[in-house]
T-cell receptor
Framework: QQQVKQSPQSLIVQKGGISIINCAYENTAFDYFPWYQQFPGKGPALLIAIRPDVSEKKEGRFTISFNKSAKQFSLHIMDSQPGDSATYFCAASMEGSQGNLIFGKGTKLSVKP | DTAVSQTPKYLVTQMGNDKSIKCEQNLGHDTMYWYKQDSKKFLKIMFSYNNKELIINETVPNRFSPKSPDKAHLNLHINSLELGDSAVYFC???????????FGSGTQLSVL
């Protein structure tokens, strides 16, 4: 049973465009929703995270939109750059156990110059 | 100065062998983890240690045994390696169970 479903599996965007990656979850006990960025040969690195008490969080060009009733959240990358080309993972975890992350299957983003 | 370091970065071995992967963090964190990333890039938690105490032990074969000699180190020992153990193993750490994770660069294990 896949608790966090992520789409699309891969995404190609032109430089300057908007990249959008979507995730849906099943377990209403989840209360922490991070996005991780992974470059080839490197470990995942936290990009941005949100809790269900807010509907949106923005950090620079990266925005998380959260819809609690639909049990969905998404990552928007504005003004996408070739340096953003990486694999992005959404994840979820429960209160008091943020380290026990349930990951989505990842989205490979390619930003074309 | 690497925050979470793992050795070795690559490990190629034969089926049936026993191997260890070492992890050290210099962030002063008290919680450490092992995650496995399979060939399809799927990441899944294996173990979590908080203050040297095992907190999370997901459904992992008992051929896998984590050992935490102190708060800065969490090693992973694997007995009787199987082909299906081939994956990238990531160590991570956090300041407590409720803080963000810092991942190492991974150990790519190939079992032949």
């Amino acid at each position: 049973q896949q608790q966090v479903k992520q789409s699309p599996q891969s995404l190609i965007v032109q430089k300057g465009g908007i990249s959008i990656i979507n995730c849906a979850y099943e377990n209403t006990a989840f209360d922490y929703f991070p996005w991780y960025q992974q470059f080839p040969g490197k470990g995942p690195a936290l990009l941005i995270a949100i809790r269900p008490d807010v509907s949106e969080k923005k950090e620079g060009r990266f925005t998380i939109s959260f819809n609690k009733s639909a049990k969905q959240f998404s990552l928007h990358i504005m003004d996408s750059q070739p340096g953003d080309s990486a694999t992005y993972f959404c994840a979820a975890s429960m209160e008091g156990s943020q380290g026990n992350l349930i990951f989505g299957k990842g989205t490979k983003l390619s930003v074309k110059p | 100065d690497t925050a979470v370091s793992q050795t070795p970065k690559y490990l190629v071995t034969q089926m049936g062998n026993d191997k260890s992967i070492k992890c050290e963090q210099n962030l002063g964190h008290d919680t450490m983890y092992w995650y496995k990333q399979d060939s399809k890039k799927f990441l899944k938690i294996m173990f979590s240690y908080n203050n040297k105490e095992l907190i999370i032990n997901e459904t992992v074969p008992n051929r896998f045994s984590p050992k935490s000699p102190d708060k800065a180190h969490l090693n992973l020992h694997i007995n009787s390696l199987e082909l299906g153990d081939s994956a990238v193993y990531f160590c991570a750490s956090s300041r407590g169970l409720t803080e963000k994770l810092f991942f190492g660069s991974g150990t790519q294990l190939s079992v032949l």
